[in-house]
């Protein structure tokens, strides 16, 4: 099992849409949990992190489910400027580990 | 305030050679980390420095080393380079201290491609 899955799309959604990302990780140990968009053939940009309580940022929200070991974007009234890829990522041993990324979620929004 | 610089932006490399690339961290940063990021795939762990010390290893060959120096600058250095070295290499930043020091920021990233 990947440490960390996501689906990787392309997800195609029409701007304005309510689009939804999931992300499962296999570490029960993990500490902290960030979304990252990265643009094509840039560096990632830290989007947002997740902690248990959950986090909003405007448009976005990102919710964490330890239980589950699911965490979850959730991106509203979506912009032509939020196409881009979106890595899941989990931080282990508190640095020690390094960032464990997903693949990424691809995603279009089209006008 | 400046981000995380890397150099050189590109390089291109022929197999069997070496070589090293360069990172400054975010101003006040004491922890690096570099990563691999082969096309399609998320960036991989490949080693993370705290105050000139190593603090974790990813699952990387021995042809990678890196070191930190007293400025917090860093080098990734890559011996014997093989094909499938070709990527692009991250390197990021993390602030000192408590819940913050566990988010890394990214650089530009210097493009490798091996022939």
């Known amino acids: 099992r990947k440490e960390v899955e996501q689906d990787p799309g392309p997800f195609n959604v029409p701007e304005g849409a309510t689009v939804a990302f999931n992300c499962t990780y296999s570490?029960?140990?993990?500490?902290?949990f960030f979304w990252y968009r990265q643009d094509c053939r840039k560096e990632p940009k830290l989007l947002m992190s997740?902690?248990?309580s959950g986090n909003e940022d405007g448009r976005f929200t990102a919710q964490l489910n330890r239980a589950s070991q699911y965490i979850s974007l959730l991106i509203r009234d979506s912009k032509l400027s939020d196409s881009a890829t979106y890595l899941c990522?989990?931080?282990?041993?508190?640095?020690?580990?390094?960032?464990?990324f997903g693949k990424g979620t691809h995603l279009i929004i089209q006008p | 305030d400046a981000g995380v610089t890397q150099s050189p932006t590109h390089l291109i490399k022929t197999r069997g050679q070496h070589v090293t690339l360069r990172c400054s961290p975010i101003s006040g940063h004491k922890s690096v980390s570099w990563y691999q990021q082969v096309l399609g795939q998320g960036p991989q762990f490949i080693f993370q420095?705290?105050?000139?010390?190593?603090?974790g290893r990813g699952n990387f060959p021995d042809r990678f080393s890196a070191r930190q120096f007293p400025n917090y600058s860093s080098e990734l250095n890559v011996n014997a380079l093989l094909l499938g070295d070709s990527a692009l290499y991250l390197c990021?930043?993390?602030?000192?201290?408590?819940?913050?020091?566990?988010?890394?920021?990214f650089g530009p990233g210097t493009r490798l491609t091996v022939l």
């Open positions: 990522v989990v931080n282990g041993r508190g640095g020690a580990d390094g960032l464990t």
């Open positions: 420095y705290y105050e000139k010390e190593e603090r």
């Open positions: 997740v902690y248990s």
């Open positions: 990021a930043s993390s602030p000192p201290g408590g819940r913050v020091a566990d988010t890394q920021y």
């Open positions: 570490n029960s140990a993990s500490q902290s």
